[in-house]
């Protein structure tokens, strides 16, 4: 054994190095943390500030008037159910569903031998009655016969006459005219059917250069729309909505519902909607004004209302976002209506505004013609 090594002066010294090989390790340590801060935080100081691309539009304004909805029923002009005012066998049909028939066209004839016979025989009976009338008013001149006799012949000839006129009606009762140029409905009768009086046959649509459109709003709605006032229609299939003029207003507000009813004369249409259809009818219910507009991508809705973001240049000329409350009104289309909290001319964030947050660079690509404000 080593007398050298186990000394307790041996011991002392083996410790001293140790520390002193630990203080050394931890400075190193130390030291190099130290050094990757500052080189990553002069890196981070070289690196641009990281910005957004969004495109930008400029509040611009627009004619609007404020509106409310309501759903348009869709009426001829002139419509009637045809029914039949005498019983009788069909003899004729001359209807052809969805066929266009003129004024006075024949549309269906009952049998009428009866009625024929009838006349023919009415028909001889005044015949004769007149030949006698004349008869006694010679007679008359020559003192032949006397002035009542004259009068009771007129009165018999008066009498067959009138019943060929009482047969003529009748036959015109068996026999269904179109009242107006018209569009006929579906129609199940058929030769040899019997039909009782007022049985409903087809319908008949006029075929106009127009048509009503029948419509409710509430009561406080109608009292501001007057005859003559202008409302839109909207035809399913159609582009764009199409002026109709307000024609009339019923006299009275239904009671249960508190609306009252409006009806509008549609014209110039390529193609008019058919009767009974439904149709979008927006009813002003304001005074037309100009609006603040934006696009529609610009409003950012949230819980806590709606927003956009307005682009504006700081003094190093850097566009940033500022998050803006607005109070957003009616959709026209692609853009919406801007009702508070923005003014025309201020630059928005348009497509791409779903990125930006309070205080972002954003560089603008396109972008609007007008200046950030």
């Given at each position: ?6 000394s307790p ?14 203080a ?10 130290n ?25 611009t304004?627009?004619?609007y008037?404020r509106?409310t909805?309501?759903?348009g ?9 045809l029914?039949n ?25 009952f049998?009428t031998?009866?009625e ?13 009655a007149?030949?006698?009338l ?8 020559n003192?032949?016969?006397?002035a ?8 018999e000839?008066?009498?067959a006459?009138a019943?060929?006129a ?9 026999r ?6 018209a569009?006929?409905?579906?129609v ?13 046959i ?15 709003v ?7 729309i007057?005859?003559?006032?202008q409302?839109q229609?909207?035809?399913p299939?159609?582009?764009?909505t ?8 019923d006299?009275?507000v ?13 014209s110039?249409v ?9 149709v979008?009818?927006?009813v002003?219910v ?33 566009v ?6 607005v109070r957003?009104g009616?959709?026209?289309?692609d853009?919406?209506v801007?009702e ?12 791409g ?9 954003v ?11």
């Open positions: 054994m080593n007398p050298t090594r186990s002066g041996g011991r002392l010294l083996a410790g001293l190095l140790l520390l002193v090989s630990v050394a390790s931890a400075g190193g340590l130390w030291l190099w943390r050094t990757a801060r500052a080189a990553a935080a002069a890196a981070a100081a070289n690196q641009p500030e990281p910005s957004e691309v969004v495109e930008a539009a400029v509040a304004t627009r004619p008037v509106t909805t309501a759903i029923t869709v009426r001829a002009l002139q419509s009637v159910v029914r005012e005498r019983a009788g066998t069909v003899h004729r049909v001359a209807l052809v569903p969805g066929q266009v028939v003129e004024a006075g066209a024949v549309l269906l004839e049998d031998a009866v024929t016979a009838e006349r023919a025989a009415q028909a001889a009976e005044a015949a004769l007149t030949s006698l004349g008869r006694l008013e010679r007679a008359l001149q003192q032949g016969a006397s009542a006799d004259v009068d009771r012949a007129r009165a000839r008066d009498k006459v019943a060929v009482r047969t003529d009606a009748v036959l015109a009762q068996k269904l005219c179109a009242p107006f140029r569009r006929t409905g579906l199940d009768v058929h030769l040899g059917q019997y039909l009782e009086v007022g049985t409903a087809t319908t008949l649509q006029g075929v106009d250069d127009a048509v009503h459109i029948d419509f409710q509430p009561q406080e709605v109608a009292a501001r007057a005859v003559g006032a409302v229609v909207l035809v299939g159609a582009a764009a199409v002026p109709a003029q307000v024609v009339a207003a006299a009275r239904d009671e249960r519902t508190r609306s009252a009813m409006l009806r509008a004369l549609l110039k390529a193609v008019l909607p058919s009767p009974g259809s439904s979008r009818v927006e002003p304001a005074a037309p004004r100009d609006a603040v507009v934006v696009p529609v991508s610009a409003l950012r809705r949230g819980p806590t209302g709606d927003a956009v973001f307005v682009l504006t240049a700081g003094p190093d000329g850097a940033r976002a500022q998050q803006r409350t957003s009616a959709v026209l289309g853009e919406v801007v508070q909290g923005l003014v025309a001319g201020e630059r928005v964030a348009a497509a505004s779903f990125k930006l947050r309070e205080g972002v660079l560089h603008v690509a396109g972008g609007a013609t007008a200046e950030p404000r």
